[in-house]
């Protein structure tokens, strides 16, 4: 099981980002997906969760209306949309599942797998 978030970067306020989180080795499809972000010298923040037939997803209220979550399951990946994006966004974002319940729902207990991590660093 891997996981690999892409699609950070540099964007000015008030742009947009879509963050990838590719899956291997399972079908992503079947289980939650979360994406976290931390800043430097924060603590890590839930953003968003994904359950299996999106009936239980959420999205954290800082964030409620600009970002959104979705998957492909051609590809296996998963999707955070970013808009409007604003500098107390910049964070590391990272991916990660919950691969022990299938068809789990959100929030699961805990997160078994993560991915590495992309850096998103919106200026003012």
């Known amino acids: 099981v891997q996981l690999q978030a892409f699609g950070g970067g540099l964007v000015q306020a008030g742009g947009s980002l879509r963050l990838s989180c590719a899956a291997s080795?399972?079908?992503?499809?079947?289980?939650?997906i979360g994406w976290f972000r931390q800043a430097p010298g924060q603590e890590r923040e839930g953003v968003s969760c994904m359950s299996h037939n999106d009936d239980s997803n959420y999205i954290v209220d800082s964030v409620k209306g600009r970002f959104s979550i979705s998957r492909d399951s051609a590809k296996n990946t998963a999707y955070l949309q970013m808009n409007f994006l604003e500098p107390e966004d910049t964070a590391v974002y990272y991916c990660?599942?919950?691969?022990?319940?299938?068809?789990?729902?959100?929030?699961?207990?805990?997160?078994?797998?993560w991915g590495q991590g992309t850096q998103v660093t919106v200026s003012s």
């Open positions: 080795g399972f079908n992503s499809d079947y289980y939650v």
């Open positions: 990660a599942t919950e691969t022990t319940t299938p068809g789990g729902s959100c929030p699961p207990m805990g997160y078994n797998y």
